[in-house]
């Protein structure tokens, strides 16, 4: 039983890999067709969490949960209204901009300041120099945070070369392991040793 699926995603995976490295006229017609169909799958993903998000919200509400219940109300009232919006305006439209401009980048901005309290206290807590690597990244990340003054010009340069130097090689030393690591994901499941879609 548990061959098909398994069988259907290494076949859908091949073929959509294979169409990207060669220029066939089978291959493109496949190609196109199955984003067409991944198009597809994701509306209805989308469809379907918008379905599980009313039915939680409408059972913390129904249930009456004092600690969630408003906010519950509080989020289905904004997918009732901003579906409307757009459902009724269609996009982009002054009404849906206005949500966005208005309501969400505000929020966005606010969860974010939210977001960098809770990086600098885990930060103070994390880079105690307990070691000598602990240190090193002490001293770049005070470099980095007070080169950004514009009081202390003087650390402006230093803040440039920990960005553009130690910093880039780091950060792409993590994006090729992160690459790698894709691609063996990506071959274990084309050639079925990990087969999430069929448990």
Known sequence: MRLLPTAIAIGVGLVTLLDYFFTLPLLDGLG???KQWTIILTA???LLGLIN????HLT???RRNEASAGYSVIVLLTAVLVLGLGLWFKLPSPPMTWVFDHVYMPLQGTFFALVAFFIATAAYRALRARNLETTWMLLAALIVLLGQMPILGALADAREWVLNVPSTAGMRGILIGVALGT???ALRLLVGLDRPYSE
């Open 32 to 34: 196109f067709t199955f």
């Open 44 to 46: 209805f993903a989308l």
């Open 53 to 56: 998000l009313v039915r939680v």
């Open 60 to 62: 913390r509400i129904v």
């Open 183 to 185: 691609i063996a994901t």
